[in-house]
């Protein structure tokens, strides 16, 4: 079992930064591909980043890619999402989500997260 807290998020101006965490609980959190995913007022949860277990690689939503980091510590049980560059249009409330462990293929499809964090808001006001 594991539990995903995501503190954080907020409200920025266009062209700010914003970094959410994501905070773990359980052993297995360093076998476990990470991601996280977004859902705007009206539409479906869309893909955002995914880090692999080791951190090793890294997957982006064309929307975001240049713009967000995913980044890991697996001794914290901690993964973080660094947004620069925010535009309107990435207001949103942010989920994490962790795989089952040492999965590989794909990392952009919701249905591949066994476990979700409660969301937090990100609001970027123009």
């Known amino acids: 079992q594991v539990q995903l807290v995501e503190p954080g998020g907020g409200l920025v101006q266009a062209g700010g930064s914003l970094r959410l965490s994501c905070a773990a609980s359980?052993?297995?959190?360093?076998?476990?591909?990470m991601g996280w995913f977004r859902q705007a007022l009206g539409k479906e949860r869309e893909f955002v980043a995914a880090i692999s277990w080791n951190g090793a690689t890294t997957d982006y939503a064309d929307s975001v890619k240049g713009r967000f980091t995913i980044s890991r510590d697996n001794a914290k049980n901690m993964v973080y999402l660094q947004m620069s560059s925010l535009k309107p249009e990435d207001t949103a409330t942010y989920y994490c989500?962790?795989?089952?462990?040492?999965?590989?293929?794909?990392?952009?499809?919701?249905?591949?997260?066994?476990?979700w964090g409660q969301g937090t808001q990100v609001t970027v006001s123009s």
């Open positions: 359980g052993r297995t959190f360093s076998l476990r591909d």
């Open positions: 989500a962790a795989r089952g462990t040492l999965s590989s293929g794909r990392t952009d499809l919701r249905n591949l997260y066994d476990y």
